[in-house]
């Protein structure tokens, strides 16, 4: 959905350095601190912009440098000149003596776009949180602009479930998240394309992920928020509730999925306690030790759901097929599947893409 707000980021690209600093103390005077990430004005000179005409012309955009720098995204673009280099161009605010026309434009409301972000996580390992955020993605896909992100850190690559794998794009680790995040544009355009509306950022197997995790900051969670900044909607497959701080708290849904055992009930309430509102989902199968309302009464969540064992839904991800059968949904288990996934998004306010 469409808002109006005032801008809130501000980012700045500007080659001429006085012309940087006249514009830096604008936004110092109207205490607007410019940022290096998804901003909802950019503020740049002729030059600037004229280069990063040249690296999309030149095919530099996307790709992983591309998709860690500032870019418009959608943010409202303010061209500004200095009055020593006069033009005929009116578009351009010249400084100083427009300095009162970039004030007006710097408070002025700007148009967002609000988009969402589901994070799903996994009370226990081998409970099926992977493929239901899969799921989630692929349900979701037909309305939203959906990018399905892997920030599980020790994730081994959610691209495997939807047979995305050798599809070329960037991986979790190209994404540069010590600018603060990527251009949603760029990164939309970089991630590997698993379905018309769908995209996949997964983790890389062929890296040392632990040793580039401890060196980095994660690109991950920076992926997560600058897709939702753009206005579309994000699923977050966030392994394991250690991992998924960051996401989590910023989440418009949170999904706990867990087995209907005792050590998933134990470590479902884990879950559920750092994120009150969240939604269980009780895997079930044969010869389970708990019904699937025992545990969510001993959970406390307010909400919680049902998912059954289902073969075809194995068999699906176990040879990578996931995507083209929830597409066809036409099993009897497939079809619970992908009722369970419309179901939990029913429960997200995200963007129209």
């Given at each position: 959905?469409?808002?109006?707000?005032?801008?809130?980021?501000?980012?700045?690209?500007?080659?001429?350095?006085?012309?940087?600093?006249?514009?830096?103390?604008?936004?110092?005077?109207?205490?607007?601190?410019?940022?290096?990430?998804?901003a909802?004005v950019?503020?740049?000179?002729?030059?600037?912009?004229?280069?990063?005409?040249?690296d999309?012309?030149?095919?530099?955009?996307?790709?992983?440098?591309a998709?860690?720098?500032?870019?418009?995204?959608g943010?409202?673009?303010?061209?500004?000149?200095?009055?020593?280099?006069?033009?005929?161009?009116?578009?351009?605010?010249?400084?100083p003596?427009?300095?009162?026309?970039l004030?007006?434009?710097?408070l002025?409301?700007?148009p967002?776009?609000?988009?969402?972000?589901?994070?799903?996580?996994?009370?226990?390992?081998?409970?099926?949180?992977?493929?239901?955020?899969?799921?989630?993605a692929?349900?979701a896909?037909?309305?939203?602009?959906t990018?399905?992100?892997?920030?599980?850190?020790?994730?081994?690559?959610?691209?495997?479930?939807?047979?995305?794998?050798?599809?070329?794009?960037?991986?979790?680790?190209?994404?540069r998240?010590?600018?603060?995040?990527?251009?949603?544009?760029?990164?939309?355009?970089?991630?590997?394309?698993?379905?018309?509306?769908?995209?996949?950022?997964?983790?890389?197997?062929?890296?040392?992920?632990?040793?580039?995790?401890?060196?980095?900051?994660?690109?991950?969670?920076?992926?997560?928020?600058?897709?939702?900044?753009?206005?579309g909607?994000?699923?977050?497959?966030?392994?394991?509730?250690?991992?998924?701080?960051?996401?989590?708290?910023?989440?418009?849904?949170?999904?706990?999925?867990?087995?209907?055992?005792?050590?998933?009930?134990?470590?479902?309430?884990?879950?559920?306690?750092?994120?009150?509102g969240?939604?269980?989902?009780?895997?079930?199968?044969r010869?389970?030790?708990?019904?699937?309302?025992?545990?969510?009464g001993?959970?406390?969540?307010?909400?919680?759901?049902?998912?059954?064992?289902?073969?075809?839904?194995?068999?699906?991800?176990?040879?990578?097929?996931?995507?083209?059968?929830?597409?066809?949904?036409?099993?009897?288990?497939?079809?619970?599947?992908?009722?369970?996934?419309?179901?939990l998004?029913?429960?997200?306010?995200?963007?129209?893409?």
């Amino acid at each position: 959905m469409d808002t109006t707000t005032r801008a809130r980021t501000v980012a700045v690209e500007i080659t001429d350095p006085d012309l940087d600093a006249e514009v830096r103390a604008v936004l110092a005077a109207l205490a607007m601190e410019p940022g290096t990430g998804p901003a909802d004005v950019l503020v740049t000179d002729r030059a600037a912009e004229r280069a990063d005409r040249a690296d999309r012309a030149d095919g530099a955009v996307p790709d992983a440098a591309a998709a860690g720098r500032v870019g418009t995204g959608g943010a409202r673009v303010v061209r500004v000149g200095s009055d020593r280099d006069p033009g005929d161009d009116d578009e351009v605010i010249r400084l100083p003596s427009g300095t009162g026309d970039l004030v007006g434009v710097l408070l002025a409301p700007v148009p967002t776009r609000a988009g969402a972000v589901v994070v799903v996580v996994g009370a226990v390992g081998g409970c099926g949180a992977s493929t239901l955020a899969a799921a989630l993605a692929v349900r979701a896909a037909p309305s939203h602009r959906t990018l399905l992100v892997e920030t599980d850190p020790h994730g081994t690559g959610v691209d495997l479930l939807l047979g995305a794998e050798d599809r070329p794009g960037l991986r979790v680790e190209d994404v540069r998240a010590d600018l603060g995040g990527p251009d949603p544009g760029a990164l939309w355009g970089a991630a590997p394309e698993v379905l018309p509306g769908l995209r996949v950022l997964a983790r890389s197997r062929s890296r040392p992920a632990a040793a580039d995790h401890a060196r980095a900051p994660d690109g991950g969670p920076g992926a997560v928020r600058a897709h939702r900044a753009g206005g579309g909607l994000a699923v977050s497959d966030s392994g394991g509730a250690e991992d998924c701080g960051p996401v989590r708290d910023e989440a418009d849904l949170v999904v706990v999925v867990t087995r209907a055992d005792l050590q998933g009930a134990v470590a479902a309430g884990r879950a559920v306690r750092r994120s009150p509102g969240a939604t269980l989902v009780i895997r079930t199968g044969r010869g389970d030790p708990l019904h699937a309302a025992d545990v969510a009464g001993s959970v406390g969540a307010q909400r919680w759901r049902v998912l059954p064992e289902i073969g075809a839904v194995r068999r699906a991800t176990g040879a990578g097929e996931l995507a083209d059968a929830l597409r066809r949904g036409r099993a009897g288990g497939m079809r619970r599947l992908c009722a369970l996934a419309d179901t939990l998004l029913e429960e997200v306010g995200s963007g129209e893409r």
